[in-house]
């Protein structure tokens, strides 16, 4: 007869199995939806970060503020349709790594508007900012799947 610990353990098992075999697909379709929405945003001219972005961008010299930010969005969204390819993900995390190091730009230019109290407290743009982190971090573990089979993702 089964005990409690031998039944506790086949049952957490199989919800780690499950979650070991549907992650890292479902992260890829998460990041890649986020991708395409919040690009989609910035191309509609509807973020909520269009005003960050701009006021980021506004020393560059070859291309307006408003220009920058549709250029960007339509980069968030090649990202996100990359992501959602699996054929392309290689290059949706190149892209998404060149795209990343311009996201903390504003922590460096603008720490007035980022921080309340540097260096740790931070304004909701700041922890828009800083949730990045986790971002780069998901990318890594797509990346680190993508010699895996098709099928192997998401058996």
Not at 38 to 49: D, E, N, R
Not at 111 to 139: D, M, R, S
Request: some cysteine; aromatic content about 10%; proline content about 5%.
């Amino acid at each position: 007869m089964a005990t409690w610990s031998s039944r506790l353990d086949a049952l957490d098992r199989r919800i780690a199995g499950w979650m070991d075999r549907h992650g890292r697909w479902l992260l890829r379709w998460a990041l890649g939806v986020i991708f395409v929405w919040f690009g989609a945003l910035k191309v509609a001219g509807i973020s909520p970060a269009a005003d960050l972005v701009m006021v980021t961008v506004r020393w560059m010299p070859l291309i307006t503020p408003e220009a920058f930010l549709v250029v960007l969005g339509v980069w968030e969204v090649l990202i996100g349709l990359c992501l959602l390819w699996r054929p392309l993900v290689r290059l949706a995390i190149l892209l998404l790594f060149l795209q990343m190091g311009g996201t903390f730009l504003p922590l460096v230019m603008l720490p007035e508007v980022t921080f309340t109290h540097p260096p740790f407290g931070l304004t909701i743009e700041g922890q828009y900012i800083i949730k990045n982190l986790l971002i780069l971090a998901a990318a890594l573990v797509i990346g680190g799947g993508v010699r895996q089979r098709a099928g192997a993702e998401r058996s």
